[in-house]
């Protein structure tokens, strides 16, 4: 690991995002992996990419991969842009006398936005996608062909702001600006090789794993909205009992073999059911086996052929 690590100095920033801390000695790039509980393959697959050798979108875990590119999100988000704001506020006059300024906040203000929305739309609808594909749902409106049509890098408007900066706010000797502009040009490097690793390597493995899930016997065809917001809502408002019933169901339990597991009556099971069904509006065994898996209650394997 600190071979490659020598190599590449921008890995650092890959390591964190899976997790996997300093300080690992003398440790192989496998143990340090699983030390970390990191898919090694996955792992490496990203370094070589980012290191400009070949890699292959087949060797990767989508759980894997998509808990990087979450903890990217959050270091762009939570960490990098709001440390370069800081920075740019402090380097220009902000006082309101400079227009020229006032304006580069502003635009950078925007471009924050811009990306957060970026972010949150992959977060919220694109990994929720996968998520389920995952766990057997395919879509019947949605495919990551329709992301990775609509999906563009989002780092070539800190070029613009950079080319702003240089061009149109003159300041002598100033080691703070100068800071703010090196920090940028990583950002944008950073932005940019993100949203390349999303089109080569994240968008690939999931065509792949569409592929896969079409040939099997498990696939499940969902809608787009059919586990959303409301179904949240409404697992909230089930007991823990009846949640605990729900999960047996699914895994293909009879009321009987629920009333014996649970030390209940077959009539209490019974009415629990009823009550399921009614807080859900599902009023059929495989639609509440459906739910259960799509709301991650139980995972697709433990359902009974």
Not at 276 to 295: C, E, M, R, V
Request: aromatic share 10%; hydrophobic share 40%.
């Amino acid at each position: 690991m600190r071979d490659l690590i020598k190599d590449n100095s921008a890995l650092i920033l890959v390591m964190g995002r899976f997790g996997i801390s300093l300080g690992f000695g003398d440790k192989s790039v496998r143990e340090a992996c699983r030390l970390h509980n990191v898919d090694e393959n996955t792992f490496l697959q990203v370094a070589n990419f980012c290191s400009g050798n070949e890699f292959r979108y087949e060797d990767v875990s989508l759980p894997s991969l998509i808990n990087y590119l979450k903890q990217a999100h959050e270091y762009f988000l939570d960490f990098n842009l709001p440390n370069i704001r800081r920075k740019l506020i402090e380097a220009i006059d902000c006082s309101g006398e400079n227009d020229i300024a006032m304006l580069i906040v502003r635009f950078y203000d925007e471009y924050a936005q811009e990306i957060r929305r970026h972010v949150e739309h992959e977060n919220n609808t694109v990994f929720v996608y996968v998520e389920r594909l995952l766990n057997g749902f395919l879509d019947k409106t949605y495919t990551i062909s329709k992301f990775e049509g609509k999906h563009a890098p989002i780092g070539y408007k800190l070029k613009e702001l950079k080319e702003i900066i240089i061009q149109y706010y003159p300041k002598k000797n100033s080691y703070l600006l100068n800071e703010v502009l090196l920090n940028i040009m990583l950002c944008e490097e950073d932005l940019s090789q993100h949203c390349k690793i999303e089109d080569e390597l994240f968008i690939p493995a999931v065509k792949l794993a569409e592929y896969q899930l079409k040939q099997s016997d498990k696939v499940i065809y969902v809608n787009n909205n059919s586990f959303g917001q409301q179904e949240k809502e409404h697992l909230e408002h089930l007991s823990d009992r009846e949640k605990e019933i729900l999960i047996l169901i699914a895994k293909g339990c009879s009321n009987k073999d629920i009333a014996n597991q649970l030390f209940l009556s077959v009539h209490t099971v019974t009415t629990h059911r009823k009550n399921i069904s009614s807080k859900l509006q599902i009023h059929t065994t495989a639609g509440l086996i459906i739910y259960a898996i799509a709301n991650k209650l139980v995972n697709i394997k433990d359902i009974q052929k």
